[in-house]
């Protein structure tokens, strides 16, 4: 068990509709990040956040956008889905100043779009 | 940018020894990380490298050269427990958005499959 806590673990949902994940970091970590893991595609990167402030940006669709939460849990919001954005969808933290930087990821979110 | 690659598939024997290559190309490198990843489960940590040279933790070793963009990851004493993904990963620096910061962009890992 990483500490990292990722609800739903499996969505079921049509094209067009708009879907939220949600991640609870560890106890501490003050970063978050969404990936994306489709089985051509191997992780995606696509948002950091930082105590509460959008750190980096990956290859993230305009259909998509996250938030952290003062509790520094994260939301990551998908509309307008399509049948390619069915993945699994991984959150990571790492404590802040992290000696090597390890990410801890939580269990993943698999989304079907029917 | 960052590219990094790796092979798909590779098998190996139970017992036996198995080298996972990866190379990559990137800008502001800050260290070369290896994942294990079982189907449909989370990346776990193994490794990380920053340095040249050999990482040995246990059963597995982690070697890198920043000046060829090469890294290796190497498995003795296999187990079928060791069947699984494992994905390399290369820390480098963007600044697509904010102030910036490290992030990890991850290869599309290597399908180890260990047979008896």
């Known amino acids: 068990d990483s500490g990292v806590t990722q609800t739903p673990k499996h969505l079921i949902t049509a094209t067009g509709q708009r879907v939220t994940l949600r991640c609870s970091p560890r106890?501490?970590?003050?970063?978050v990040y969404w990936y994306q893991q489709s089985l051509d595609q191997g992780l995606q990167f696509l948002i950091q956040?930082?105590?509460?402030?959008?750190?980096a940006k990956g290859n993230i669709l305009e259909r998509f956008s996250a938030q952290q939460f003062p509790d520094l849990h994260s939301e990551l919001n998908l509309s307008s889905l399509e049948l390619g954005d069915s993945a699994l969808y991984f959150c990571?933290?790492?404590?802040?100043?992290?000696?090597?930087?390890?990410?801890?990821f939580g269990e993943g979110s698999r989304l079907t779009v029917l | 940018g960052q590219n990094i690659d790796q092979p798909t598939e590779m098998t190996a024997t139970e017992g036996a020894i198995v080298q996972i290559n990866c190379t990559y190309q990137?800008?502001?490198?800050?260290?070369l990380f290896w994942y294990q990843q079982h189907a449909g489960e989370a990346p776990t940590f193994l490794s990380y490298?920053?340095?040249?040279g050999l990482e040995e933790k246990g059963r597995f070793s982690s070697f890198l050269s920043r000046s060829k963009g090469y890294s290796y990851l190497l498995l003795k004493e296999l187990q079928m427990k060791d069947s699984a993904s494992y994905l390399c990963?290369?820390?480098?620096?963007?600044?697509?958005?904010?102030?910036?910061?490290?992030?990890?962009?991850f290869g599309k890992g290597t399908k180890l499959s260990v047979i008896p």
């Open positions: 990571a933290s790492s404590p802040r100043g992290g000696s090597n930087g390890e990410l801890f």
């Open positions: 106890s501490g970590d003050l970063s």
């Open positions: 956040y930082y105590n509460g402030e959008e750190r």
């Open positions: 990137t800008s502001g490198f800050n260290g």
């Open positions: 490298n920053v340095l040249d």
């Open positions: 990963a290369v820390r480098g620096w963007s600044r697509d958005s904010g102030a910036g910061s490290y992030q990890l962009t």
